[in-house]
């Protein structure tokens, strides 16, 4: 399988903005859904929003309205845009190709003052 690569995690400020880009080579990535998932310490992994090879997407109630995923295919990345990031979106973020795909190493995003 393969596995997709995650960047762009980072330390900000409530209220501040991320993206994050996943990336993997290869045709499947372009066909497949790309699911993001986060997992904040002692908690499980949740699905936070996904998009289908035609660009149907999908969002967690949590994160309806202020997080946005959007896809490259020409460039093999996907990206979700994160803004008025709150306390509780601190987490570790990991990418997924297909709902079986291999997990990536994952994204530490923290959000402080």
């Known amino acids: 399988q393969v596995q997709p690569v995650e960047s762009g995690g980072g330390l900000v400020q409530p209220g501040g903005s991320l993206r994050l880009s996943c990336a993997a080579p290869?045709?499947?990535?372009?066909?497949?859904?790309i699911y993001w998932h986060r997992q904040a310490p002692g908690k499980q992994r949740d699905l936070v929003a996904s998009?289908?090879?035609?660009?149907?997407?999908y969002y967690a109630g949590s994160v309806k309205g202020r997080f946005t995923i959007s896809r490259d295919n020409a460039k093999n990345t996907v990206n979700l845009q994160m803004n008025s990031l709150k306390l509780e979106d601190t987490a570790v973020y990991y990418c997924r190709i297909g709902a079986f795909g291999s997990w990536g190493q994952g994204a530490q995003v923290t959000v402080s003052s």
């Open positions: 290869g045709s499947m990535f372009r066909t497949n859904v």
């Open positions: 998009i289908t090879g035609g660009g149907a997407t």
